[in-house]
C-alpha cells in the first residue's frame, strides 16, 4: 500500500534527503519518497505494518529534523 503525507516545515532539500534515506532502511518499508519543493511524503509499505512503521517514520522524521512536522 502506498500512502501520501503532508510535510510541515521542512527546512531544506538535503535534510528530505536524509529523511528518504533512513525511511527507506526501516523494515517493511517498501519505497519512499520525500518532497522538499512539494513537502510531501510518499511511504509504500504493507498495509498490515502500516502503523508501526509509520510510528518509526516519525521518530527518524524527528531525529532528521526536529522541526518538521507529518500531518497524518
Known amino acids: ?10 527546512d531544506c532539500g538535503n535534510c528530505a534527503a ?3 534515506t533512513a525511511i527507506k532502511k526501516i523494515d517493511g518499508v517498501k519505497d519512499a519518497n520525500v518532497s522538499f519543493m512539494a513537502q510531501k511524503m510518499t ?12 510510528k518509526e517514520v516519525v521518530a527518524v522524521c524527528r531525529r532528521v529534523e526536529p522541526d518538521c512536522t507529518i500531518l497524518l
Open 43 to 54: 511511504i509504500e509499505a504493507e498495509d498490515a505494518d502500516f502503523e508501526k512503521i509509520m
Open 1 to 10: 500500500m502506498k500512502k501520501k503525507y503532508n510535510l510541515k516545515n521542512l
Open 18 to 20: 536524509k529523511m528518504e
